[in-house]
């Protein structure tokens, strides 16, 4: 087990309201990212991080942001939460090859 | 555009059989080609992958096959176990500045039967 725990597991959102979703991995890895899936468009991503305070935007990052305070910790919020935003969020941590990923959030908009 | 496509959204396969998923990309800067399995409520898990040297590589009852002149990578499971019905999704890997980055297909959902 590669120690990546994404919380919370479950939330239902009213739109308009802004989300915090939050990764938290516990073996010092440098990389980390921020995917959605959704049905027809498999993973794409969102934003990722390459170091604490350094992060880039992925291909889908309008009406997201993130922050990495700390190596262990990546948060990923979502500034007015509308329903397009519906989906799964997954939190990876790089590995040699490829990513290991989170058990995922998925976030409902109403 | 869509950069990694996985044409068959889903497949059905008898048990003991051979599955084959197969997945094309357009972009021939990726170094990697992975294929990851997911089942529902879990994340995706890794479960094999290629080089872009290679054209093929074996695990256990999991072989990658890549076809770089026809951009072409498939999955063949052999035999096909009960166990092995989730969403399959091929993905592969760029290196930016270090970070891996990894693009995605739609997924199959591989169905098997008894």
């Known amino acids: 087990d590669a120690g990546i725990t994404q919380s919370p597991r479950h939330k239902v959102t009213e739109t308009g309201t802004p989300v915090t979703l939050r990764c938290h991995q516990t073996?010092?890895?440098?990389?980390m990212y921020w995917y959605r899936q959704d049905p027809g468009h498999g993973l794409r991503l969102i934003h990722y991080?390459?170091?604490?305070?350094?992060?880039d935007k992925g291909e889908v990052s309008d009406g997201y942001s993130v922050s990495r305070s700390k190596t262990e910790d990546f948060l990923l919020t979502l500034e007015s939460a509308t329903s397009s935003q519906t989906s799964v969020y997954f939190c990876?941590?790089?590995?040699?090859?490829?990513?290991?990923f989170g058990s995922g959030t998925r976030l409902t908009v109403v | 555009d869509q950069q990694v496509k996985q044409n068959s959204p889903s497949l059905s396969v008898q048990e003991g059989r051979i599955s084959i998923l197969n997945c094309d990309y357009t972009?021939?800067?990726?170094?990697?080609f992975l294929w990851y399995k997911k089942y529902p409520a879990e994340g995706p898990t890794f479960l094999i992958s290629?080089?872009?040297?290679?054209d093929k590589n074996e695990d256990g009852r999991f072989t990658v096959f890549l076809n770089k002149s026809a951009k072409h990578l498939s999955l063949h499971i052999v035999p096909s176990q009960p166990g092995d019905s989730a969403v399959y999704f091929c993905?592969?890997?760029?290196?930016?500045?270090?970070?891996?980055?990894?693009?995605f297909g739609q997924g199959t959902r591989l169905t098997i039967n008894p």
């Open positions: 990876a941590i790089s590995e040699l090859v490829g990513y290991t």
């Open positions: 972009n021939s800067m990726f170094d990697y």
């Open positions: 290629i080089s872009s040297i290679k």
């Open positions: 073996e010092n890895h440098r990389y």
């Open positions: 993905a592969a890997r760029t290196l930016i500045q270090g970070a891996q980055k990894l693009v």
């Open positions: 991080s390459y170091g604490v305070k350094d992060t």
